[in-house]
């Protein structure tokens, strides 16, 4: 088990920015304006996802500039990738809109006076120190009607490696989507012409129906009142802590599995170990009812299936009828935030090749977040794929509580590990 604490870090670094920059697609994109879903525009989703990818030397790439390359292959994938050159437009109702100006996307080329190797580069794992220096975050950018869509800091380290950085809209992509844009980011700094999968918009798949017909009960969106754990994570320091579950940890974590459940997934069982490990450490009312929300991919529910090459966001579903009772309810509700009360939000990033994102320097050494960002500090955790210094690989998971919480948090996760 790995645990980082981003206050106990002793590394400490500059970061010299260059003046930010907008990249716009490198020919003519339609002008044109472009209607988000109705599971796109909702309050929850309007937030930036930061990411983090760490990239070593590569001999065979001489003293090329990364941020060079990464630069002139954003101009060109931005041609394919056109709605993200726009700008948001927010309509009657709270309805979000592209506005297809081909204005661009911020972009920051850095240097920093640190090496890989001082961030641990056998095992690379969040919080990472000094992050708000590595990731580009202009003055006015954070709004999310006007603003570029997309910002990218690429970082220059001393060793010749470099740090890429960015931070999306997630009005505009789920985790797949990201991905999928990122690796056809990466396509194209390699030379290639056009990205493997063409991105389509089709957000009117997801769009409420006329009329609207909630047809499933949908929990998450229920009005509630704040509740006494909210305040807690609200009002204490947080401590930010990253965990690595490899084939040990899981192997005494599927100890405790019942003889009914044993084909229960990875995923299952990490997300019940860790649950019940938070519950006990924000010492949770054993009467009162939490919540566990997750997300999944809802592509292959519909029938037809969604297209390949959708970007936009889904809901956690099971079928094609909850998604859309999801939508309708958004047009019903006035797109409400979901609800965070007594909840925990898992991320399952694992599978979608973020580390596999390739500029020409070979893979990311790390891929994820670069800590506990999300828009509601202590609810959100994110399962990224990592590797330990036995080169097992693993799942690395960020968790952030108050600085007592955590305390209780990791003395019983000890005792489910032994």
Known sequence: MVIRH???????????????????????????????????????????????FFYPRNPNMGNINPASVIREALAKVLVFYYPLAGRIKEGPGGK????????GVLFVEAEADVTLEQFGKSTLHPPFPCVDELLCDVPGSGDIVGSPLVQIQVTRLLC????????????????????????????????AVAPSILPIWERGLLCAR????????????????????NHIIATYEMADKSFFFGPTEMSALRRFVPENLKNC????????????????????DPEKHTRLMFFANARAKFNPPIPIGYYGNWKSCV?????????????????????????????????LGFNKVNFGWGEALYAGLPRDDQDIPGVFSDYMPSINDKMEHGIVVIIGLPIPAMKRFIEELNVMLK
Not at 12 to 17: E, G, H, L, N
Not at 96 to 103: I, N
Not at 213 to 218: D, Y
Not at 275 to 284: M, V
């Open 265 to 284: 997934s990875t995923f299952e069982v990490l997300t019940a170990c860790l649950w019940r490990c938070r519950a006990i450490a924000l010492q949770e």
């Open 319 to 351: 079928t094609e009828e909850y998604v859309r009772s999801t939508a309708d309810l958004m047009v019903v509700k006035g797109r409400p935030h979901f609800k965070t009360d007594s909840t925990y939000i898992v991320s399952n990033i694992t599978r």
């Open 6 to 52: 981003a206050s106990t870090t002793s590394l400490s670094f500059k970061v010299r920015r260059s003046a930010p920059e907008l990249i716009a697609p490198a020919t003519l994109t339609p002008r044109e304006v472009k209607l988000l879903s109705d599971i796109d525009d909702q309050a929850g989703l309007r937030y930036r996802i930061p990411m983090i």
């Open 96 to 103: 979000l809109m592209v506005d297809c100006t081909g204005e």
């Open 210 to 229: 006329d009329p609207p017909c909630i047809t499933f009960p949908h929990p998450e969106y229920d009005d509630v009142v704040d509740t006494e754990i």
């Open 160 to 191: 010749g490696a470099f740090i890429f950085t960015t931070r999306i809209y997630h009005t505009m992509f789920d985790g797949t989507g990201v991905a999928q844009f990122l690796t056809a980011l990466g396509e194209i700094a390699q030379g």
